[in-house]
């Protein structure tokens, strides 16, 4: 499989696992299974979704309850075992690719929400002695991930 389909099985599998988690879930779900149903990637005749969605339903739960505890391994469980079934469908149909770009254009957070938003300026003072840990200063911060992933 070239690197810009595993690249992108990668940033789908993140992408859904993000959205599992967020409070747009239903809408979501609805377009992932929309995309694994047209392939017949649901585990039952092509357009079900049935199994596809069941699935998608576990691995939500597991995130929740992961997230809940601090499980981090099984957060990155989740994102691996759809990563690898996206790798699935784009080493078959290459051409899933486009649609698959699409899906996750349209996951992501409306950027008319960002046109909304006034400017802030932010200042921030950080005082007490010496920091022994980062330190991050911003007005807004979508996501952070400290550290690296096992490899395992």
Avoid: C, Y
């Avoid at 691995?59 to 809940?68: F, H, P, Q, W, Y």
């Avoid at 078959?92 to 008319?112: F, G, N, Q, R, Y």
């Avoid at 920091?131 to 911003?138: D, L, P, R, S």
């Amino acid at each position: 499989m070239d690197t810009e389909l595993t690249a992108l099985a990668a940033a789908g599998a993140t992408t859904f696992v993000q959205q599992m988690a967020a409070d747009t879930w239903a809408q979501s779900r609805d377009r992932i299974v929309s995309f694994f149903s047209r392939r017949g990637d649901d585990g039952g005749e092509a357009g079900e979704g049935n199994v596809i969605g069941g699935e998608l339903e576990i691995s939500r739960r597991e995130l929740v309850a992961a997230t809940e505890t601090g499980d981090e391994q099984t957060a990155s469980d989740v994102e691996a075992e759809w990563r690898m079934r996206l790798r699935r469908v784009l080493a078959a149909d290459p051409a899933a690719a486009s649609e698959l770009t699409a899906v996750l254009a349209a996951l992501k957070p409306d950027s008319s929400d960002r046109r909304t938003q006034k400017s802030v300026n932010v200042h921030n003072v950080i005082s007490g002695g010496v920091q022994h840990e980062t330190v991050i200063q911003a007005g807004n911060v979508d996501s952070i991930n400290f550290g690296s992933q096992s490899s395992t």
